[in-house]
């Protein structure tokens, strides 16, 4: 399924701040959302340009790319909002002859390390206890996925 995604500005700022606030329990502000948008090596997309589903910011240097966040509205989840956005920056990312893309994960998210396992990424390292969970803390899983790869949208069988 593909959803409706925009490039992501400035303007965009108040709803990543709301869909971010859903969807974590360390909630940045609508200044941090403003403070990364302004930088010239940060890109974000929305999906859902009349009704914003979800969003992903990244972040680019050299030929490397890190997710920065990527958060969905619980109304939207399990519609396939992520997967688009991540196949669209996935897109973006190859045509910018970037080699590599990193991301983290709460390991307790078994959506989303089943998401990015299904297109490619693989686990590149952890850090213990870096995520505010629930229950407490949760690790982070390190994943990384070569670009380069990326051929369309059967990528994600990979």
């Known amino acids: ?28 502000s609508k200044q941090s959302f403003l403070d990364l948008l302004a930088q010239s090596n940060v890109n974000g997309w929305i999906a859902g340009s009349t009704a914003p ?5 990244i972040r680019t240097a050299a030929d490397e790319a890190e997710v920065l966040t990527l958060a969905v509205g619980m109304p939207y989840r399990r519609q396939g909002v992520a997967q688009s956005l991540i196949l669209c920056v996935l897109k973006w990312l190859k045509e910018s002859a970037v080699e590599f893309w990193h991301l983290e994960v709460a390991d307790d998210n078994d959506a989303a390390i089943a998401l990015y396992q299904s297109l490619g990424f693989s686990e590149s390292g952890r850090r213990a206890k870096y995520y505010l969970s629930p229950n407490g803390h949760a ?14 949208i059967s990528d994600r069988t990979r």
């Open 53 to 57: 589903m979800g969003f992903v910011l």
């Open 1 to 28: 399924m593909t959803h409706d995604i925009v490039q992501a500005g400035i303007a965009h700022a108040g709803v990543m701040e709301a869909l971010h606030r859903d969807s974590f329990e360390a909630r940045w």
């Open 139 to 152: 690790d982070a899983i390190l994943m990384t996925k070569q670009v380069s790869n990326f051929s369309s």
